[in-house]
C-alpha cells in the first residue's frame, strides 16, 4: 500500500506491458490515468477490480503521444483530476522494421516522437510539481534494444538508447531530491504487438505458432520464455518502494539472458 493516495500517469495503457503496470500499481494503492488508443473502458476496469481494496480511482485521456499540444492537454489534465502525477511510466511506443536504405522517413519520424520526444514532454511536465512534493517517479519502459541492436531495427533501437540517455540525465539532475528516475528493459513480452510477430513467422515459415514462438525465443532469448506485464510491474512497484528510494538513472534490463550473452 506504499502508493496510497498518489497517481500514477501510464501511457500506452490500454493493453498489453502498460496495462499490467497499472493493474500492479493499482494493486498498491496508487490511482491510476490510463491513457492509450481502443478501448478504454475494459482496461480501466481491469486497474480498478486490482486496486479495488483501496478504493482506487482511474480516469482516462486518449492523447495522441506525436503530438506535443496533445500531451500538454495529458498532463494538464492529470494536475485537473489528480493535482498531480507522483509516478510517471512512459510506456507508449510502436514499431516498424525495415532496412535503413527502404525505412520510410515518416514512420522514422513517428517512431521517434511517440517512443523518445515523448518521453522528454511528459517527464519537462511533470517534474516541477515532483520537485515541489519532493517526491516523484519516472520509469522510462526502453526495451533491451536500448542497450544492443538488432538488424532492421534503426528507428526503434535509436528511440529507446535515447530513452535510456535521458533517464541518465533526469536521474542526475534530479539527484538530491526525493525524485528518482529509472528504465526498464524488457526482451520479448508476449503482448498483442508480439503475438502479431509470432503469427506473421508461422505464416511465412508455413509452421505453428508454438514452433514460431520457440523460433523467436531461441535466437534471442536464453531463457526461452516470455516476461510478463506482472513481472514488469513488479519491478515498476520496487522501484516506487522506499528500497527504490537511491536507484537513480540505472537501465534495469529484464530479458531472460538476452544481453548476458
Same mark, same amino acid.
Not at 100 to 120: G, H, K, M, T, Y
Not at 177 to 186: D, E, H, L, M, R
Not at 189 to 209: H, R, Y
Given at each position: ?44 476496469? &481491469? ?5 479495488? =481494496?483501496?478504493?482506487?480511482?482511474? !480516469? @482516462?485521456?486518449? *492523447?495522441?503521444?506525436?503530438? #506535443? %499540444? ?71 519502459? &526502453? ?5 544492443? =541492436?538488432?538488424?532492421?531495427?534503426? !528507428? @526503434?533501437?535509436? *528511440?529507446?538508447?535515447?530513452? #535510456? %540517455? ?84 540505472? !537501465? ?10
Amino acid at each position: 500500500m506504499h502508493l496510497k493516495g498518489k497517481t500514477a500517469l501510464v501511457t500506452g495503457s490500454t493493453s498489453g506491458i502498460g496495462l499490467g503496470i497499472a493493474q500492479v500499481l493499482a494493486a498498491q494503492g496508487a490511482n491510476i490515468l490510463v491513457n492509450g488508443f481502443g478501448d478504454a473502458d475494459a482496461p480501466r476496469r &481491469a486497474i480498478e477490480q486490482a486496486g479495488q =481494496a483501496h478504493g482506487i480511482r482511474t !480516469a @482516462y485521456h486518449g *492523447a495522441d503521444l506525436s503530438k #506535443v %499540444g496533445e500531451i500538454e492537454d495529458l498532463m494538464a489534465y492529470a494536475q485537473k483530476e489528480f493535482g498531480r502525477v507522483d509516478v510517471l511510466v512512459n510506456n507508449a511506443g510502436i514499431q516498424h522494421t525495415a532496412r535503413i536504405e527502404d525505412f520510410p522517413p515518416e514512420r522514422w519520424d513517428a517512431i521517434i516522437a511517440i517512443n523518445l520526444s515523448s518521453v522528454f514532454h511528459t517527464t519537462r511536465l511533470a517534474l516541477p510539481a515532483m520537485r515541489q512534493a519532493n517526491w516523484g517517479r519516472i520509469i522510462n519502459i &526502453a526495451s533491451v534494444h536500448g542497450l544492443v =541492436a538488432s538488424v532492421e531495427k534503426s !528507428a @526503434y533501437v535509436a *528511440a529507446k538508447h535515447g530513452v #535510456v %540517455g535521458l533517464t541518465k540525465v533526469t536521474a542526475l539532475e534530479t539527484a538530491t531530491t526525493g525524485v528518482t528516475a529509472n528504465a526498464i528493459c524488457p526482451g520479448w513480452v508476449l503482448t498483442p504487438l508480439v503475438q502479431k510477430q509470432i503469427d506473421a513467422l508461422a505464416e511465412k515459415s508455413g509452421i505453428s505458432n508454438e514452433q514460431a514462438q520457440a523460433q523467436l525465443l531461441g535466437a534471442k532469448e536464453p531463457s526461452l520464455r516470455f516476461t510478463t506485464p506482472q513481472e514488469l510491474g513488479e519491478l515498476a512497484a520496487f522501484f516506487c518502494s522506499p528500497a527504490g528510494d537511491n536507484v537513480r538513472g540505472v !537501465a534495469w534490463n529484464m530479458d531472460g539472458g538476452w544481453v548476458a550473452q
